[in-house]
Each structure stands twice: as C-alpha cells, then as structure tokens.
C-alpha cells in the first residue's frame, strides 16, 4: 500500500478506509489477560478505529477468576488505550462480531504451536460469517512464551509475575495464591 512520508502501514490503512469507524473484536477468557494480551490490543488499536476486547463466557471452561474479577481487570489493564471497549459474550465469537457490527476478529500467535488450531477456527468462522476476516496479530518476540496457563502457574509456585501481567493481575495473583498457602500451611 502506498504511504506518504513519514506515514506508518496501520496509520496508511486507516486513512484508506474512510470515515466510518472500523470495529474489531478481540474474544478471549483473558484469565489473567498479560502483557502479552495488551501488545495485542495496541497492535490492533493501531489498525482498527474501535477494538472490543471481549471476555467469552465458556461453560466448559474452569476459569482462575470469575466473569467479574476478570472484567474488573481488563478494564483496568486498558483504560490507558484509546479506542478500546470491553464487553461480554455467550456463544460463537463470530456471531458476536455480527452482533457488534464488527468486520474482524483479532486472534494473537504466538508460535507455530497456536497456527494450526487458529487457522482452522478462521476457516469455520469463514463459513459462519464470511463478511467477518480473521486478522492474525503476533505479539512482540518478548511475549511469544507468555500464555495465562503459564503465569498461573508461576504465581501459583510463588513466583514473580510482575513483568508478564499489569499490576492490577500481579496483586489479584498474589492475594489468592498467598491466601491458598497459608490455608494449606495451616493444615499441615
């Protein structure tokens, strides 16, 4: 795409596109959201006018935080973002964006590892909703290891999660792991 001067890609595709604003949905159980999550986010930010990060309610899924906790956090860790939302959803991310009057749906990669299982979720949403594109965003080289199974782990072993999650994550970590140690030194 041709750019003036001076002029970034993410910058030259917004001014491609008009005036109507240009809407994303980031979908994810966030649980913890990262630094990994937020350079994502400002990727993203950085190509569409207006980025929802949605917190997907998954029956399936055993999550560290509850739906609250988790929204309390995203809230916190993007306030600082122009143009960011955060929102809720039930059900298929892609009917969500339709929902949303979306056009995209962010998906993060982090190594060849996550390629395959996002290709083919890309592919069914395609089928889906084959007016909503998957725009596949990769995290700076620093946060490609990072993944909330990881920091959970860490935190929950008592190590230092300060420099993977936002402040507001490392104390709601470390208030419930010291909270589960001290009930499990007590009963020993």
């Known amino acids: 795409m041709p750019r003036h001067h001076g002029q970034t890609e993410e910058s030259a595709l917004k001014s491609k596109r008009g005036s109507s604003p240009r809407t994303a949905i980031y979908p994810g159980t966030f649980d913890p959201i990262t630094y990994g999550h937020l350079d994502i986010i400002e990727r993203a930010v950085g190509i569409f006018d207006r980025v929802i990060v949605s917190l997907g309610r998954n029956p399936e899924k055993n999550p560290l935080f509850s ?11 993007v ?14 991310a892609v009917r969500h964006a339709q929902e949303a009057g979306a056009e995209a749906l962010i998906r993060g990669l982090r190594a060849v590892t ?18 909503i594109i ?10 490609t290891y990072l993944n909330s199974t990881i920091v959970r782990e860490v935190a929950s072993l008592g190590g230092d999660v300060g420099r993977f999650v936002p402040p507001v994550v490392e104390k709601r970590l470390r208030g419930l792991y010291s909270e589960t140690q001290a009930k499990e030194g007590g009963q020993r």
């Not at 306030?79 to 298929?92: N, Q």
């Not at 299982?117 to 909703?129: D, G, S």
């Not at 998957?134 to 946060?143: A, H, S």
Request: aromatic share 12%.
């Open 134 to 143: 998957t725009v596949f965003l990769m995290p700076n080289e620093k946060y």
């Open 79 to 92: 306030a600082h973002i122009k143009g960011v939302e955060v929102d809720t959803f039930t059900g298929l």
């Open 67 to 77: 739906l609250d906790e988790r929204l309390e956090m995203i809230r916190e860790s």
């Open 114 to 131: 996550d390629f395959e299982y996002e290709f083919q979720m890309a592919l069914v949403n395609r089928r889906l909703a084959p007016e």
